[in-house]
């Protein structure tokens, strides 16, 4: 679903990002990619290697972009929207960990 509404706030943004999100294993090819982007946001903190960064880009990015071109066959808002995009990923990811996530996703109209 492609809406042509421009996104000022990410509080407006965030119901927007969840409908981008509505396939279930979607979600699960982010939570992978974000918890493998953090794993090695956390090994270039603890061995003190800048590297490590490129890992965690390239695993948060990979997974999503393949949940999004072959499950929900669409644009990743990253395109459009890289910071409030950035910035919702892991906010689901934390609404997920918190069990918060289904509420959101009922909230922005997701069944």
Not at 36 to 61: E, K, P, R
Not at 68 to 84: C, D, G, I, S, V
Not at 103 to 111: F, I, M, N, S, Y
Request: aromatic share 24%; net charge positive.
């Amino acid at each position: 679903m492609t809406e042509n509404k421009k996104y000022e706030t990410l509080q407006e943004f965030w119901p927007f990002y969840l409908r981008e999100h509505s396939n279930k294993m979607n979600r699960i090819f982010h939570f992978i990619g974000t918890t493998c982007a953090l794993v090695f946001i956390l090994s270039a903190i603890f061995y003190l290697n800048a590297w490590y960064l490129l890992g965690a880009l390239f695993s948060g990015y990979f997974f999503a972009w393949i949940g999004h071109f072959f499950l929900e066959k669409n644009r990743p808002a990253t395109f459009t929207y890289p910071f409030k995009s950035f910035v919702s990923d892991w906010r689901m990811y934390f609404c997920t960990i918190t069990g918060q996530l289904g509420k959101e996703l009922q909230k922005a109209g997701v069944k």
